[in-house]
């Protein structure tokens, strides 16, 4: 087990896909998604649209870095030559060797072209494998169909609807999906479907 991984520099890489820790100055390479994208965060808690809206998404989840308790990270696409979104550890909870990966998104130009693939692999393999985690769960607001299917297609169990658990940024509430993959899970075939995968 890592004591204090949030205090680790982790950079996670493959043959397509770079994951390096946000930093502060990354608004330069994520604000033309707020500014041209906004409805990337159509289902999204926390909306990082417009140029406060991005760096108080960032602002906000170092902090929670600092605290302890999220790693975010940056995505850079090999294949292009871009960078592509972000994607994050959260409720890190290293006592109960589990965590949440999601606050997932990235850019039109790199949806559907297996970037996210490649991604999940790279993550599932750091907190199964390097991590130790025995669990990593998911959730999505349950209206997000695409979103439910990609965790689907990657290995993720649905456990079932959190109704009515948090509000929406824009007014009203949601329903929460919640899936996961296990330890014995990942060993047990999902890495190499994942990995399979990949190789399409």
Request: with cysteine; hydrophobic share 40%.
């Amino acid at each position: 087990m890592i004591s204090n991984i949030t205090k680790e520099e982790i950079i996670l890489e493959n043959e397509r896909v770079l994951l390096r820790p946000l930093i502060d100055s990354d608004i330069e390479h994520l604000l033309p998604f707020a500014l041209n994208e906004a409805d990337l965060w159509k289902y999204s808690l926390v909306s990082p649209a417009g140029e406060e809206g991005m760096k108080n998404y960032i602002s906000s989840t170092l902090q929670n870095k600092t605290a302890g308790i999220e790693y975010p990270f940056i995505v850079f696409d090999k294949q292009t030559n871009r960078y592509a979104g972000s994607t994050r550890f959260y409720d890190i909870q290293q006592n109960n060797l589990c965590t949440q990966l999601g606050y997932t998104w990235y850019g039109k130009a790199f949806q559907r072209t297996g970037l996210n693939r490649h991604c999940k692999l790279l993550l599932l393999s750091f907190a199964f494998e390097q991590w130790n985690l025995e669990r990593v769960e998911f959730r999505a607001d349950a209206n997000n169909q695409p979103s439910v299917n990609a965790m689907k297609a990657i290995g993720c169990v649905v456990e079932g609807i959190l109704r009515s658990n948090m509000s929406i940024e824009t007014g009203g509430r949601r329903n929460s999906i919640v899936l996961s993959i296990l330890k014995d899970e990942w060993f047990g075939g999902v890495k190499e479907k994942l990995l399979k995968k990949t190789l399409l």
